[in-house]
């Protein structure tokens, strides 16, 4: 199985920018959809983006327009631009890869899971 790492986590004020960043190892991730997705305190994980090998990606509401997620497969990395930031985007942010015939906004639709990194905007 690919093994997942993530990265680039931290504090940030409200408007600023962040890219976070995943590294995959095991195995190539070019089969595989790439996402990500956030867990604050108390809550449930929800999706974020995906981002599939034709490079086609899907976002949520609450973020498209600020969030840019990529891939670079030559690489074996995944990453996600984060601008203008707010508070409500704090939390932990998990990268996942899964295949491309299960949901995509469901955690359920990925095999694959980073450790997470933590993300806080203040206000």
């Known amino acids: 199985q690919v093994q997942l790492v993530e990265s680039g986590g931290g504090l940030v004020q409200a408007g600023g920018s962040l890219r976070l960043s995943c590294a995959a190892s095991g195995r190539t991730i070019s089969s595989y959809r790439m996402a990500w997705f956030r867990q604050a305190p108390g809550m449930e994980r929800v999706f974020v983006s995906a981002?599939?090998?034709?490079?086609?990606?899907h976002y949520s509401d609450s973020v498209m327009g600020r969030f840019t997620i990529s891939r670079d497969d030559a690489k074996n990395m995944a990453y996600l631009q984060m601008n203008s930031l707010k508070p409500e985007d704090t939390g932990v942010y998990y990268c996942?890869?899964?295949?491309?015939?299960?949901?995509?906004?469901?955690?359920?639709?990925?095999?694959?899971w980073g450790q997470g990194t933590q993300v806080t905007v203040s206000s």
């Open positions: 981002i599939w090998s034709g490079l086609m990606t």
């Open positions: 996942a890869a899964g295949p491309h015939w299960t949901s995509t906004t469901s955690s359920q639709g990925y095999d694959n």
